[in-house]
């Protein structure tokens, strides 16, 4: 077994507040067959649906089919790619560009397309039949911080009329100065006025401002750009980018506790709730949340962070939760139903030691409560055994979404590959 | 079941702690421990840096160019947008100015000297001299 997937388990046996095993499927479950690159389990096969759309984020399936997907980099001048499979043979035949900055954020809420730039988010009308918005595009919130890291304005919506968008904090850490050896934080961190949470808007309202319009809905998240509203129990869930760099303070941490200690956690949201950042990071292992050393930690300190709301679930460190669904089709099997996938960009605050993620986990839910064992889903992306650093993975899981029919739509980040996972086994 | 399950894993997290290894696990010395310690945990091992978040240091003019400004970087940081490799990053890069001139000197001779970058070594009296001017 590769270490990769040991340390899955490791960490998932540590942290789960449920008993179960966190088996991964071992490599003679998976289809033999090419799916574009990527390992399945048994009964699920993979087209790509398109490819070498550039540097892709988030993407949307319209209840056509037509996909949408985000890039990071303009390609062609535009923003956003949109793609049509005409002969409905699993792949695109007709490819558009529009818009004219890059995003990230992107979602079907009804007849528009919601998408974001790094500080406003807007919407278009989307036609009976154009692949393309005919439409100017309405800005509906805007005002939020530009910002050099975390930048996303990554949104989810509850389909009852509310936006949830996300805006992640402008440091590591909240210390001045940022990401230096042993810098005290800021207390109490000002970062947390306008970043580091969730604002809530109205979804159809023109012209909001995050500040005069925006309900800070949570706060204490330092950065969740896998961000869902789940129907089923009607209520949001995020999974945050954990703190980096716990070695800048060497007398407390090893190298190796900093490669593996601050997790990514997943939270269940209600309104009002502090999640910890940057007084607090969460420790997989012991399964508590410890005070950070920028606020005097020291590996065992509790303090102020016996305050802040605990995950439902923690994920090894450094992952990069990039998108997070929960599967409402009927094409899976029955255990998918009202689960949770979530894409791991994909670490490279491992360094020296081997990075981690590069797939895509599946998690059981049952009543909106993690109810399994987690699954390496997709997987094979980074096309390599051993990951060192970032630029050797050949692709990185980004995207998310679920196409009309049922299946699973996965955008990749570094060459905008688009695969259709659907599942073609019995039932 | 479960019992025997976790402790099977349990055995496998034991395994895996003392399988686990460090890329480098030879000796460092000089410019590459110090590379390693500072600026290796952006910037990678092979100095690929992160795509879309810390900019590579191989075969670009700001490495292997004139190496004043490379310099200042180090020991001032680096704020706003900057493009390298047709890329645009924007993250700012903290000052390193706690680093010894001759502890800067090492690691830019051997950035500018590794990984296929073949550019001229640097001189601790170069980065006293640009420390004393100021940013």
Not at chain 1, 109 to 119: A, E, I, R, T, V
Request: charged share 20%; proline share 7%; aromatic share 10%.
């Amino acid at each position: 077994m590769k270490p990769l997937k040991q340390l899955f388990l490791a960490v998932c046996l540590g942290a789960s507040v449920i008993p179960f095993s966190c088996r991964g499927n071992a490599p003679s479950d998976k289809n033999p067959g090419d799916n574009g690159g990527l390992t399945l389990p048994t009964g699920f096969s993979a087209v790509i649906f398109a490819d070498k759309l550039g540097q892709g984020r988030h993407l949307a399936v319209r209840n056509n089919g037509d996909v949408f997907l985000a890039l990071s980099r303009l390609k062609n001048g535009k923003g956003i790619a949109a793609l049509r499979d005409k002969n409905n043979d699993g792949i695109a035949d007709s490819t558009l560009f529009f818009t004219d900055s890059p995003s990230t954020g992107l979602e079907i809420g009804g007849d528009f397309l919601y998408f974001s730039n790094y500080k406003e988010v807007y919407r278009v009308h989307l036609s009976k039949n154009g692949l393309i918005p005919a439409e100017a595009a309405v800005l509906i919130a805007g005002g939020f911080p530009d910002q050099t890291q975390h930048r996303d304005k990554a949104f989810t919506l509850d389909g009852a009329g509310n936006l949830y968008v996300n805006v992640g904090a402008p440091s590591n850490s909240c210390s001045q100065p940022d990401r230096s050896p042993g810098a005290p934080g800021i207390d109490p961190c000002p970062q947390l006025e306008r970043h580091a949470g969730i604002w809530k808007f109205r979804d159809d309202k023109p012209g909001q401002d995050q500040v005069a319009d925006g309900h800070r809905y949570a706060s204490g998240i330092r950065n969740s750009i896998a961000l869902a509203w789940n129907q089923s129990v009607n209520k949001l869930f995020v999974v945050q980018h954990g703190r980096d760099q716990l070695s800048l303070y060497p007398e407390v941490f090893s190298e190796k506790e900093s490669a593996e200690l601050p997790a990514e956690e997943f939270f269940e949201i209600d309104d009002g709730d502090f999640f910890g950042w940057p007084y607090c990071y969460y420790d997989p292992v012991r399964k508590i949340k410890l005070l950070a050393p920028e606020y005097g930690g020291d590996k065992n300190a509790v303090g102020r962070c016996a305050d802040a709301e605990d995950p439902i679930m923690a994920f090894p460190a450094h992952m990069a939760p990039n998108d997070l669904l929960f599967y409402t089709g009927s094409m899976f099997p029955e255990k998918y139903r009202n689960g949770a996938f979530i894409a791991f960009h994909g670490s490279w605050n491992r360094a020296p030691f081997e990075q981690e993620g590069y797939y895509v986990v599946f998690i059981p839910f049952t009543g909106g409560k993690p109810s399994g064992e987690v699954e390496v889903f997709a997987d094979g992306f980074a096309g390599v055994d051993f990951v060192k650093s970032p630029d050797d993975a050949k692709y990185r899981p980004m995207g998310l979404a679920q196409g009309p029919d049922g299946s699973l739509f996965v955008s990749d980040s570094r060459e905008g590959r688009i695969w259709k996972i659907s599942y073609t086994g019995s039932k | 079941m479960i019992i025997l399950i976790r402790y099977f894993m349990l055995l496998m997290l034991s395994l895996q702690i003392s399988g686990n290894h460090s890329i480098y696990n030879d000796n460092l010395t000089g410019g590459k421990e110090l590379y390693a310690k500072h600026c290796l945990p952006c910037h990678q091992a092979e100095g690929s840096g992160v795509p879309g978040m810390f900019p590579p240091l191989v075969n670009t003019e700001k490495v292997i160019g004139q190496p004043d400004s490379l310099i200042r970087i180090v020991l001032f940081g680096l704020k706003g947008p900057t493009e390298v490799a047709g890329q645009i990053y924007t993250q700012e890069m903290p000052a390193a100015g706690h680093l010894t001139d001759p502890e800067v000197a090492e690691i830019l001779t051997w950035i500018r000297s590794s990984w296929g970058n073949k550019a001229t070594a640097v001189t601790s009296k170069r980065v006293a001299e640009i420390r004393l001017k100021g940013n």
